[in-house]
């Protein structure tokens, strides 16, 4: 599948405004489940752009921009190409995969960050929430993805512009949040369960506009088993390895995976304006409709 997106972020400031340097998270990384064919960025103001990679090979671009501006805008403008996974069989049995989850060691060498938990503010409420989800035995892989569909189903979806992520007693206490929200539960639970679980950001296909966080950036779950590598679980929407997910980064917090973050210099009221949109190519429509 061939998509286009267009990612337009527009800070608005009520007087100019100098800028430190700011962090952008927007270009994926091409691997075999994604290519990326063509990708522009455009600032306003200008300014010097510098790409590395972070400590999980992120691809970062830190940009500096010139002088004093009331407006600061970044539009990133990708075609990529998708291309589908499938998850391992539910009743194939592999001892690897077992409950409680276990890992080999080299491997939790390299994933001990994503193991253990970044909160630690567990209400009442939260951990009995833990415990009616907690039956560790069978095979990872159905228990995840019935983990998955549990928080899809027994959550109100509802989108929230202010920044920053509500803890995982919040969103259990309050029975709602948006997809930041619902995959922060679902890697913070899981790292209390043993698993290595990490916070992903990137955009969803959503033809039709019928899943919910379609039309922003997305966050969503991965979750590292044995064999079988990082599966993406989005609780959003009861996803899972969905060709509709296009990440861009990975990391151990939400903080860490913002797609854009940065220091301004003066005393301003700012206006955030976002929008994001993800289509099928236009060669991808013409073959459709033959």
């Not at 990384?29 to 010097?48: E, K, M, N, Q």
């Not at 403008?77 to 409950?99: G, H, M, Q, V, W």
């Amino acid at each position: 599948m061939r998509l286009t997106i267009r990612h337009d972020t527009a800070y608005h400031y009520d007087r100019p405004v100098a800028f430190g340097v700011w962090r952008l998270l927007m270009r994926p990384l091409d691997s075999h489940a994604l290519r990326v064919l063509d990708a522009s960025i455009a600032f306003t103001p200008a300014g010097a752009t510098r790409w590395s990679h972070d400590a999980l090979g992120n691809s970062v671009c830190a940009f500096q921009p010139s002088g004093l501006s009331d407006t600061l805008r970044v539009i990133s403008e990708l075609t990529i190409e998708r291309f589908p996974a499938s998850l391992a069989p539910a009743e194939t049995y592999d001892p690897k995969l077992a409950l409680p989850i276990q890992y080999a060691l080299e491997d939790r060498l390299l994933l001990d960050a994503f193991i253990r938990p970044a909160t630690t503010a567990d209400s009442p409420a939260y951990t009995a929430w833990i415990a009616t989800h907690a039956a560790m035995y069978g095979l990872a892989l159905p228990f995840l993805q019935n983990f998955n569909n549990a928080i899809h189903r027994g959550f109100t979806y509802g989108e929230r512009h202010e920044p920053g992520v509500q803890t995982p007693a919040e969103t259990v206490e309050r029975g709602a949040g948006t997809c930041r929200d619902f995959a922060w539960l679902m890697v913070e639970t899981l790292r209390r369960l043993g698993f290595a679980a990490r916070f992903v950001t990137g955009y969803l296909y959503s033809p039709g506009g019928a899943a919910r966080g379609g039309g922003a950036t997305h966050a969503w779950c991965d979750v590292y088993l044995p064999d079988l590598g990082w599966i993406e679980f989005d609780p959003t929407n009861g996803l899972a390895e969905s060709v509709d997910l296009i990440r861009v980064a990975a990391a151990r917090t939400p903080e860490h995976a913002s797609p854009m973050r940065g220091a301004v210099h003066g005393d301003a009221v700012a206006r955030l304006e976002v929008s994001v949109d993800v289509s099928l190519a236009p060669d991808w429509i013409d073959q459709a409709s033959r």
